[in-house]
């Protein structure tokens, strides 16, 4: 049993493996994707006591770091609210607070608040007068400002949009506005804030994962759907939940979201979905959350079906030759940094020479074409 195998039992409910030697791997591999307390809050009566040891003091310090992000969340709310600017608390900020058991539970990188357009030179100014400076190797996106860091402190991204236009093209300016419209007041970090309704929360956090990180990030992304699902049970309308989808153009990555968090975190969505993904379909992605295939690599396959090979390669090397990633590092630090970027990507165009690597674009390909729905 593989690590992420062991991880995927147990948050659906299953035994600890017995073997202690698993028990080790487990423990590294659920602190790389930030579920270490959520192990913590499933030891068995008999775990050894190194095992004890090591998940009370990721839980302690999943805890203090999550302190911190409150402090730092709060401040931001506060200087929102007295510039009368509205912000919807996105993602991890959100789920930790009304859908994990325990806030520390749910560790998160960065900060995703979202805010109305015309707001966004407002929070920009306020990022400012807060110490926050423009990442500088961050790009604007297609639905949120570029990265604003401070030392110490989380990341902050300001969206205008939860979703980004090109994984939900059906998310007009008119379901925008409805997105609005839906919102509900709620309290984090002893702050007045907005969250998402129960199905734009799930719409969201099937777009993030289907679409936009390609199915990575390990067992994590399921269970955020499974909490979500037992939280909001009595408040979910799944007929408007797959309508929206639609009008959003977001079927099908819904239809895998909610199938792959069902078997692999057990959550409590109806038996009987509108649409299904296809067995292959489903056993590819599940080899990525099993840690079967580099999600990274998949997500590189993927890419070059979409935009054709060769746009690939000149992408890899442009990628391999960006000076924003030389300056300061030296030569021997941007030795390595090529090396390593050509390790992880150069494999993709090494693998396109092959009879199976061409099978395995097309097959990742076909997989990145149902969940875009780019055939409809």
């Excluded at 659906?12 to 959520?38: D, K, N």
């Excluded at 993030?208 to 399921?222: D, E, I, M, V």
């Amino acid at each position: 049993m593989s690590p992420e195998e062991a991880i995927v039992a147990l948050i659906s409910g299953g035994q600890w493996p017995a073997s202690g030697e698993v028990w080790t791997a487990l423990l590294q591999r659920a602190s790389l994707l930030g579920l270490a307390p959520v192990l913590a809050a499933h030891l068995p009566v008999d775990a050894p006591t190194e095992v004890v040891s090591e998940l009370r003091l990721a839980s302690m310090a999943a805890t203090a770091r999550h302190a911190r992000a409150a402090h730092q969340l709060a401040e931001l709310l506060r200087g929102a609210a007295v510039l009368d600017v509205p912000v919807v608390a996105l993602k991890g900020s959100c789920l930790a607070t009304e859908a994990y058991a325990h806030p520390s539970q749910r560790t998160f990188g960065d900060l995703d608040l979202l805010v109305r357009r015309a707001d966004l030179p407002q929070v920009e100014a306020l990022s400012e007068s807060l110490g926050y400076r423009r990442s500088e190797y961050e790009h604007e996106g297609g639905h949120h400002l570029a990265v604003r860091q401070r030392t110490g402190s989380l990341s902050v991204e300001w969206h205008w949009r939860p979703i980004a236009c090109q994984f939900a093209p059906g998310l007009d300016e008119g379901e925008l506005g409805a997105v609005w419209r839906r919102m509900r007041p709620f309290v984090v970090a002893g702050e007045q804030a907005l969250m998402l309704s129960p199905e734009d929360q799930l719409l969201t956090l099937s777009a993030h994962w289907a679409l936009s990180n390609r199915c990575a990030g390990g067992p994590r992304p399921l269970l955020d759907i499974a909490v979500a699902c037992r939280a909001w049970a009595h408040a979910i309308d799944w007929v408007e939940l797959w309508a929206r989808a639609g009008r959003w153009r977001l079927t099908h990555a819904l239809a895998m979201t909610l199938t792959m968090a069902r078997e692999m975190a057990a959550a409590q969505v109806p038996e009987s979905l509108p649409v299904a993904p296809s067995a292959e379909h489903l056993a590819r992605v599940r080899g990525r959350v099993l840690g079967q295939t580099d999600p990274r690599h998949a997500m590189l396959l993927a890419e070059a079906v979409h935009r054709g090979p060769l746009a690939v390669v000149k992408a890899v090397v442009q990628r391999l030759a960006d000076p924003r990633d030389t300056p300061g590092r030296g030569v021997g630090r941007w030795y390595r940094h090529w090396c390593g970027l050509w390790q992880r990507q150069g494999e993709v165009v090494a693998g396109m020479a092959s009879r199976s690597g061409r099978a395995a674009l097309a097959a990742e390909g076909d997989v990145a074409d149902w969940l875009a729905e780019s055939a409809d």
